[in-house]
């Protein structure tokens, strides 16, 4: 027996190292100067003067923590408000604002399922859709991805008195589109509530970027819940549940990452409240996001995306990565996609669109993309030959 009890980890480091899957972090500078089409900064609003002013002012006068969880010292008049702007902006009835993306979906997952309850998830659900249908207690069915026919036949069959449906509204590997307005349909048909996770949809689908759900004249409806991040669009940090008011106070009595956790930091609301109201004043603002994407694609040389993701699948881990690192020492950071994000073999880089990128970028973007994906296709072909 070793007396290390954790020399296992050496050994799964070094088989990750072995499939080019080790990750490392990488300290970033507060002015880069290289082009940006990795982070989810979609309308380029991060940096931008009233957003960072409403972090500055929210801090002023609340100070750098909310001090607890929102049901004990945690809950400002700044919460309540971007609660009601939040809930206005996508046409729900309320919101209830959560520390992040992540904790919104497992607090809102876990209290509506639970025992005597079929969860139904989209194959291709995030990461935080999948834990939360683990933690959920509930019997959890994974139907193909975007396949409404598989959803209708699981709620068809179930036995259980609740059923519960889960997908991205916008995936955010492919950047591809759920059926929302299917999808309700069938829900509505079986009783079951449909909740859609809008991380990649506010702020970029939508009249104005008030989501895919908005879009496809799903406001509103009381069995519909959505969730988001205010880390995407709105350049800040964070998690909503929108909803009806039922579905709200029922997750203040029961949501435990809502219960247990501290609240949002006064500054994270303060810049999405300051980043919604520019979205908007400038509603042009996400189809511009769009265009940029499609601008992308087309440099790329894959499809026109529905959404500011561009996925350029690669294959093989290591491939993927080193083309990620080519583009980085030409001065372009792109996201690198590896399994456990997607399948194997699936490999990409993963592109994402800003709504203020600038002709300049563009032709920049078009000359390093070229070159590193020349390379990185050259030696695909290589290996598959």
């Known amino acids: 027996m070793t007396t290390d009890p954790l020399s296992w980890l050496n050994e799964r480091a070094a088989e990750r190292v072995e499939a080019g899957l080790r990750r490392r972090l990488r300290v970033r500078e507060p002015s880069a100067p290289a082009i940006d089409l990795a982070s989810n900064d979609y309308l380029g609003l991060v940096r931008h003067p009233e957003v960072v002013a409403g972090a500055v002012a929210a801090v002023r006068r609340w100070g750098a923590g909310s001090t607890g969880s929102r049901l004990v010292t945690g809950t400002t008049a700044e919460h309540a408000a971007l609660e009601a702007e939040l809930a206005e902006f996508v046409g729900a009835e309320a919101g209830l604002v959560f520390a992040s993306g992540y904790a919104a979906n497992l607090g809102a997952v876990t209290a509506l399922a639970g025992r005597g309850t079929l969860v139904v998830s989209d194959a291709g659900s995030h990461a935080s859709l999948v834990d939360a249908c683990r933690l959920s207690r509930a019997r959890v069915e994974i139907a193909a991805h975007r396949d409404v026919a598989a959803v209708e036949r699981l709620l068809a069959e179930r036995t259980e008195e609740r059923a519960l449906v889960l997908t991205d509204s916008v995936f955010s590997a492919d950047g591809d589109l759920a059926p929302l307005a299917d999808l309700?349909?069938?829900?509505?048909?079986?009783?079951?509530?449909?909740?859609?996770?809008?991380?990649?949809?506010?702020?970029?689908?939508?009249?104005?970027?008030?989501?895919?759900?908005?879009?496809?004249?799903?406001?509103?409806?009381?069995?519909?819940?959505?969730?988001?991040?205010?880390?995407?669009?709105?350049?800040?940090?964070?998690?909503?549940?929108?909803?009806?008011?039922?579905?709200?106070?029922?997750?203040?009595?029961?949501?435990?990452?809502?219960?247990?956790?501290?609240?949002?930091?006064?500054?994270?609301?303060?810049?999405?409240?300051?980043?919604?109201?520019?979205?908007?004043?400038?509603?042009?603002?996400?189809?511009?996001?769009?265009?940029?994407?499609?601008?992308?694609?087309?440099?790329?040389?894959?499809?026109?995306?529905?959404?500011?993701?561009?996925?350029?699948?690669?294959?093989?881990?290591?491939?993927?990565?080193?083309?990620?690192?080519?583009?980085?020492?030409?001065?372009?950071?792109?996201?690198?996609?590896?399994?456990?994000?997607?399948?194997?073999?699936?490999?990409?880089?993963?592109?994402?669109?800003?709504?203020?990128?600038?002709?300049?970028?563009?032709?920049?973007?078009?000359?390093?993309?070229?070159?590193?994906?020349?390379?990185?296709?050259?030696?695909?072909?290589?290996?598959?030959?």
């Not at 990565?321 to 980085?328: G, K, P, W």
């Not at 073999?345 to 709504?355: E, K, M, Q, Y």
């Open 184 to 385: 309700h349909r069938v829900c509505r048909a079986y009783g079951a509530v449909l909740l859609v996770d809008e991380a990649h949809g506010l702020g970029v689908r939508g009249n104005g970027g008030r989501g895919l759900a908005h879009e496809q004249g799903l406001a509103g409806e009381p069995d519909l819940v959505i969730t988001a991040t205010l880390s995407k669009a709105l350049a800040a940090q964070g998690g909503v549940v929108l909803a009806d008011g039922r579905i709200r106070d029922h997750l203040i009595d029961t949501a435990r990452t809502f219960i247990f956790d501290t609240g949002l930091a006064p500054a994270a609301v303060g810049a999405a409240r300051a980043a919604l109201g520019l979205l908007r004043r400038d509603p042009t603002m996400a189809t511009g996001v769009l265009d940029r994407a499609a601008d992308i694609a087309r440099i790329a040389g894959v499809p026109e995306p529905d959404s500011a993701v561009v996925s350029v699948v690669l294959g093989e881990a290591q491939l993927a990565y080193d083309a990620a690192q080519a583009c980085r020492e030409r001065g372009l950071d792109v996201g690198c996609f590896r399994p456990p994000s997607v399948p194997p073999g699936t490999s990409r880089l993963r592109l994402t669109a800003r709504a203020n990128l600038t002709a300049a970028e563009l032709d920049t973007i078009g000359v390093v993309l070229g070159e590193v994906l020349a390379e990185a296709r050259g030696e695909r072909a290589e290996v598959m030959v």
